[in-house]
């Protein structure tokens, strides 16, 4: 058996090397996306941001063909190559397109002790089948966000999956801050998620607040969500928190 999976990894590292493509598909080649004029799978999103935060959703999709085998190169697929001349490395990306997500404004909820404040609600769906299949076999891949101090940093909400026991939740929070001014760098949003743990009443005490500005990465996982469900993405906004009102004294 090890025998087996070494040289299929033998086999693959050679069929990597051998790719001559180096550039995602582009408009006008054979394989570029076709627009689906009549998609019927959706996955539908209801957001909650708070005015504080500033923050932009893209959806992408991807050219699926060989994902069900091993190895999995096809003709759908690209080479990047990094590192230098003697030591490199080089990995296949699946051929890919992206396309930004717009959201409907819903209303603003009300505010409520112990969340954010400027809470507005958004609603948006996303067309798992936005394009046709193809050759490539292109469906929905994942929802991204970028914030607007940094729109070339993206962070996954969620990975889609057409597994029906894939799915893990529909409900996607995430914590965002003010990083202070240094020196060096300007005050910078930033935001971390999905998170385990989002309580926001939690980061007004000062190490929990410092952990979250080290690492606002931290407490998260590869989230997944099947096609024809409804989910759920919040934002928190851990410096506009509506406080407790005080305690009545008897």
């Given at each position: 058996?090890?025998?087996?999976?070494?040289?299929?990894?033998?086999?693959?590292?050679?069929?990597?090397?051998?790719?001559?493509?180096?550039?995602?598909?582009?408009?006008?080649?054979?394989?570029?996306?076709?627009?689906?004029?009549?998609?019927?799978?959706?996955?539908?999103?209801?957001?909650?941001?708070?005015?504080?935060?500033?923050?932009?959703?893209?959806?992408?999709?991807?050219?699926?063909?060989?994902?069900?085998?091993?190895?999995?190169?096809?003709?759908?697929?690209?080479?990047?190559?990094?590192?230098?001349?003697?030591e490199y490395?080089?990995?296949?990306?699946?051929?890919?397109?992206?396309?930004?997500?717009?959201?409907?404004?819903?209303?603003?909820?009300?505010?409520?002790?112990?969340?954010?404040?400027?809470?507005?609600?958004?609603?948006?769906?996303?067309?798992?089948?936005?394009?046709?299949?193809?050759r490539c076999?292109?469906?929905?891949?994942?929802?991204?966000?970028?914030?607007?101090?940094?729109?070339?940093?993206?962070?996954?909400?969620?990975?889609?999956t057409n597994?029906?026991?894939?799915?893990?939740?529909?409900?996607?929070?995430?914590?965002?801050?003010?990083?202070?001014?240094?020196?060096?760098?300007?005050?910078?949003?930033?935001?971390?998620?999905?998170?385990?743990?989002?309580?926001?009443?939690?980061?007004?005490?000062?190490?929990?607040?410092?952990?979250?500005?080290?690492?606002?990465?931290?407490?998260?996982?590869?989230?997944?969500?099947?096609?024809?469900?409804?989910?759920?993405?919040?934002?928190?906004?851990?410096?506009?928190?509506?406080?407790?009102?005080?305690?009545?004294?008897?």
């Amino acid at each position: 058996m090890l025998k087996v999976v070494l040289l299929l990894m033998i086999a693959f590292a050679l069929l990597v090397h051998s790719y001559k493509r180096t550039a995602n598909v582009i408009p006008g080649e054979a394989d570029y996306p076709i627009r689906n004029s009549h998609p019927i799978n959706f996955i539908t999103a209801t957001f909650q941001i708070p005015i504080s935060v500033h923050v932009k959703f893209t959806q992408y999709y991807v050219g699926t063909l060989g994902r069900e085998t091993y190895p999995k190169p096809s003709d759908c697929h690209y080479a990047v190559r990094t590192g230098g001349e003697q030591e490199y490395s080089i990995s296949l990306k699946e051929y890919w397109k992206s396309d930004s997500l717009n959201l409907t404004l819903q209303g603003n909820l009300a505010d409520e002790a112990g969340h954010s404040k400027g809470i507005k609600t958004y609603s948006a769906s996303i067309p798992v089948d936005r394009y046709e299949a193809g050759r490539c076999h292109w469906q929905f891949d994942r929802l991204v966000y970028a914030l607007e101090d940094d729109p070339s940093k993206e962070i996954p909400v969620f990975h889609y999956t057409n597994d029906v026991y894939g799915g893990t939740h529909n409900l996607f929070r995430f914590l965002c801050a003010k990083r202070d001014a240094t020196r060096e760098t300007r005050q910078q949003e930033i935001c971390g998620g999905p998170r385990v743990e989002y309580a926001t009443w939690r980061y007004q005490r000062l190490e929990d607040r410092n952990a979250f500005l080290n690492d606002p990465q931290a407490y998260v996982g590869r989230e997944a969500v099947v096609d024809a469900e409804t989910v759920a993405i919040e934002f928190h906004d851990i410096d506009n928190v509506v406080p407790f009102p005080p305690p009545i004294l008897y």
